[in-house]
C-alpha cells in the first residue's frame, strides 16, 4: 500500500472517531431531552431554593452575564467563565440571597459538592465562578482559600441548591 | 544472550523525553486559552522523540511515563486514573499512526497527522471518562465539537512543530552524530 492512501486512511479514521464522537453526544442530547422536565434543556444547571425547582441556568442567558478570569496559583492556566454571583443574581435577584445564605454546588457524578455562603460569593475577589471544561460541562472554581486547589474544585456540575437561613 | 528491544541508552533517552513533556506542561505557557492548546508543545515533543528512538512503542514509552510522572505531580482535573491514561493515550495514538505510517516523520503531513491522532488519544480518554461515569452532557451544545476540533489542530501545531524540530536536528547533524555513536 503506498503512503497516500495510508494518509487518505488516516483521514478516514479521524472522521469516524468525529462521528462516533458527535453521534454519542446527541443520543446523550436526545436521552436528557426526554428525561429532563420541558423547562430544563439538556445540559442546563437546575437551581433549587429550600428543595423546590425555581429556574434553569441556560446556556442562552450567558450573553447576559459579564466574563470573568483568573489565573491559578497552582497550575499558573487562566481560569475564564462566568461569575456564580451573577448567575444568581440574574436567576433570583438579590432580595432572595442574604450573607447567611448557604450556596451549595454539586456534581452528581464525580460524588463532590461545596457549601459557601453569599457572603463569600458576592465577594468578587474571590472569583467563585464557573468554568467552561474541556468537554464542554461546567466547573466551580475559585481564588477562596481552602478553595482555591484543583483538587477541591467542583467538576462536572449539575446542581445548584440555595438554603435560606 | 536475547537483544533487549530498547537498548538502556534509548529507554534513557524516553524517560527524559517523557520528562520534557511535563516541564513544557507546567512550564510553557501561551497566551490562547482553547482547549488542547498545550498540544503544541508535547506532541512535538512525542514526534522528535519517536524519530530519535525510530522504533515502535517509543511514543507509547514515553506517553506511560510522563503519564506516571503527571499523575504523581498531581497534574489534571479529574483525577490520577484519568491524567495517567490521557497522557498514555496520547503516545499509543501516536505509535498507532506511526505503525500505519510507517514512521515516517521527515513528511510534514505524516507529522501533522500523527500530533493529530496523539493529541486526539488524550481528548477521547477524558471524554469517555466522562460518558462512562455519567458525566453531565455539554452545558454548549457545539462545546464538544468545539474542542474536538481545538484537539486537532493543536495536534496539528504540534506536529508541524516537531517536524519543523527534527529538520532543524538534522540540519545540525544530530542523527548522524546518534548513528555513529550506534
Known sequence: ?165 | MKQRYFSTFQLILLALFSALVIVAKIALRTPLQLSGHSGIFWMAIIIVGARVVPKLGASSIIGVTSGILASFLGLGDFGALNTFLSYAMVGVGSDLMLWLLRSDTENLVVAIIVGIFGHLGKFLTKWLFGVITGAPIGFVALGLLQAFLSYVIFGALGGLLGWLTLKALKRAGFFAYMAEKR
Open chain 1, 1 to 165: 500500500m503506498d503512503q497516500k492512501k495510508r494518509i487518505l486512511i488516516a483521514g478516514i479514521i479521524l472522521v469516524v472517531i468525529l462521528g462516533i464522537v458527535l453521534g454519542v453526544d446527541f443520543l446523550q442530547r436526545q436521552q436528557a431531552t426526554k428525561e429532563a422536565p420541558a423547562d430544563m434543556p439538556p445540559g442546563s444547571i437546575p437551581i433549587f431554593v429550600d428543595g423546590g425547582f425555581v429556574a434553569s441556568f441556560v446556556p442562552d442567558d450567558l450573553s447576559q452575564l459579564p466574563a470573568a478570569s483568573f489565573v491559578d496559583a497552582e497550575e499558573g492556566k487562566t481560569q475564564d467563565g462566568w461569575l456564580l454571583r451573577d448567575v444568581l443574581l440574574l436567576y433570583l435577584g438579590e432580595d432572595n440571597l442574604q450573607d447567611e445564605t448557604q450556596v451549595t454546588v454539586s456534581s452528581s457524578s464525580r460524588e463532590k459538592s461545596r457549601s459557601l455562603s453569599w457572603a463569600e460569593i458576592d465577594q468578587q475577589e474571590n472569583m467563585v465562578m464557573f468554568d467552561l471544561s474541556g468537554r464542554g460541562t461546567l466547573k466551580l472554581v475559585s481564588t477562596l482559600p481552602g478553595f482555591d486547589i484543583r483538587d477541591s474544585w467542583i467538576q462536572d456540575v449539575d446542581k445548584i441548591e440555595i438554603t435560606s437561613p
